[in-house]
Structure formats: C-alpha cells, structure tokens
C-alpha cells in the first residue's frame, strides 16, 4: 500500500522568506521618517522658545524706558527737574540700547466749591527694537495737585 517512510516538509508560514523581500527598505524608511518629524519639530521647539526671550527681555527694556519717561515728566512737572521729559533715545545707555520713550502729560482744572485741584494724567510709552523685532509697553499715572 502505502510506504512507511515519513516525509519532512516545512509547515506552511504566511510569513516565509520569500514574502519578506524589502520589508527592511521600508522599516528603514519608516524609522528615517519619524527621525526626520522628531528632529523638525525639536528645532521649532527650540527657534520659538528663544523668539520668547528676545520677545520678554525686550518687553522688560521698553517697559524700562517708559518708567523712566514717567519719572522724568513727573519730576519737571513738579519741580525736580529733568532734561528730557517728554521724550529720549537710550543710545549711548548701557542695556537700553535702541530704545525710547514718549511722555504724554495732560492737565485738567477741578473746582470743588472754594477749592481747585490739578489732576494730571502722564502716560509714556516705552519702545525697543532688535533686528525687526519692535516692542512697546505703555505706562500711566494720576497726580493731583491742590491749588
């Protein structure tokens, strides 16, 4: 009938060698993708989180420069005396460089009955450049004055 020998043969596998041919290359191409994205986004990272510093470093200069504006209106106002109070370039000053401010003081005469007050609004403005980076803060005070 039917001989006694056994045959050996492989068991039938989906995933034999000849039906992995290139799965490599596109393992290989998947992995340089992903590298590639991971390493885009870290550089984006990087570039806006140091955009955010020259953004507040300047941000804090300008906010600078407009204080002093406000002080030095303030002062030729009410007798102290200045020698720019409604505006100034910090060129030559060391950590205020390209920067300014502009002093806008406004006065308004208030009666109450036998009493006169002068109430004055100072507003500055504070600008700093960097490249094309412009930034400016804005600084205001009350003051009244009794006559």
């Known amino acids: 009938m039917y001989p006694m020998y056994r045959k050996y043969s492989q068991p039938f596998s989906l995933a034999s060698l000849s039906n992995q041919k290139g799965s490599m290359l596109v393992i290989a191409l998947f992995v340089i993708i992903v590298l590639a994205l991971l390493g885009l986004t870290i550089t984006r990272l990087l570039s806006s989180s140091s955009e955010t510093v020259i953004h507040e470093v300047l941000g804090q200069r300008a906010l600078n420069a407009a204080r002093a504006g406000i002080e030095c209106a303030v002062s030729e106002e009410f007798g102290g005396g200045c020698n720019h109070p409604?505006?100034?370039?910090?060129?030559?000053?060391?950590?205020?460089?390209?920067?300014?401010?502009?002093?806008?003081?406004?006065?308004?005469?208030?009666?109450?009955?036998?009493?006169?007050?002068?109430?004055?609004?100072?507003?500055?403005?504070?600008?700093?450049?960097?490249?094309?980076?412009?930034?400016?803060?804005?600084?205001?005070?009350?003051?009244?004055?009794?006559?």
Not at 112 to 141: E, H, M, P
């Open 86 to 147: 409604i505006s100034k370039d910090f060129n030559g000053v060391s950590g205020l460089e390209n920067c300014n401010y502009s002093v806008t003081p406004t006065s308004k005469l208030i009666e109450d009955g036998a009493k006169s007050f002068t109430f004055w609004t100072f507003s500055s403005v504070g600008q700093c450049t960097a490249g094309n980076i412009n930034v400016t803060r804005l600084v205001y005070i009350d003051a009244m004055v009794t006559l």
